[in-house]
């Protein structure tokens, strides 16, 4: 579960939320700091953390295409991409590899790798994979900068749970308010 209960985001686009979520805006903790940070947070998700060679370029790269996909995401929510992160998620893009897997009538993307490489193949087959709909639900917390998966009606979440960031702006408010 995610902060306040929330349902983590359905099928493949959970491996994008917990990408996002390796890093804590409120307390600036960050899962990936180190290539044995990053070998230890792939071996939870079961993907092989060979091939690191203790870069940490490749870790130092990782976490830049992790801000860069932050940012687009929060910014579909009414706001602009900048230059830089759409320049970086295109070169992610544009060097990714990925191969086809035929499984029963159908075939699937599969990311091709090892480290750093492999989770921004993986994180974009994943978004690949997931229907527009559902990968439009994927938001960012305005207060925390957490990745959720918006079940509302009509899309406006804006905190990650309204216990916590959503609190403390209405209580932000409340004080300005009041002057």
């Known amino acids: 579960m995610e902060p306040g209960g929330r349902p983590p985001a359905p099928g493949s686009l959970h491996l994008v939320q917990r990408f996002l979520n390796t890093t804590d805006g409120l307390t600036g903790r960050d899962l990936i700091r180190t290539p044995d940070d990053l070998g230890r947070w792939l071996s939870r998700l079961g993907l092989p953390a060979a ?3 203790g870069s940490a370029r490749q870790v130092a790269s990782l976490r830049r295409f992790r801000e860069a996909l932050r940012h687009a995401v929060a910014a579909r929510s009414g706001g602009t991409c900048d230059a830089g992160a759409e320049a970086i998620l295109a070169r992610a893009a544009g060097r990714a590899r990925v191969s086809l897997r035929w499984i029963g009538d159908g075939a699937v993307v599969v990311p091709e790798g090892t480290g750093a490489d492999l989770v921004m193949n993986a994180v974009l087959c994943a978004l690949a994979a997931t229907d527009p709909g559902s990968r439009r639900r994927l938001n960012v917390c ?3 900068g957490w990745a959720f998966y918006d079940r509302s009606r ?4 804006v905190w990650c749970t309204m216990s916590v960031c ?3 702006a209405k209580m932000r408010r409340f004080r300005q308010a009041r002057g």
Do not use: T, Y
């Not at 009509?154 to 979440?157: A, D, E, F």
């Open 51 to 53: 091939g690191l060679r």
């Open 142 to 144: 305005a207060a925390c």
């Open 154 to 157: 009509n899309r406006s979440g």
């Open 166 to 168: 959503g609190a403390r």
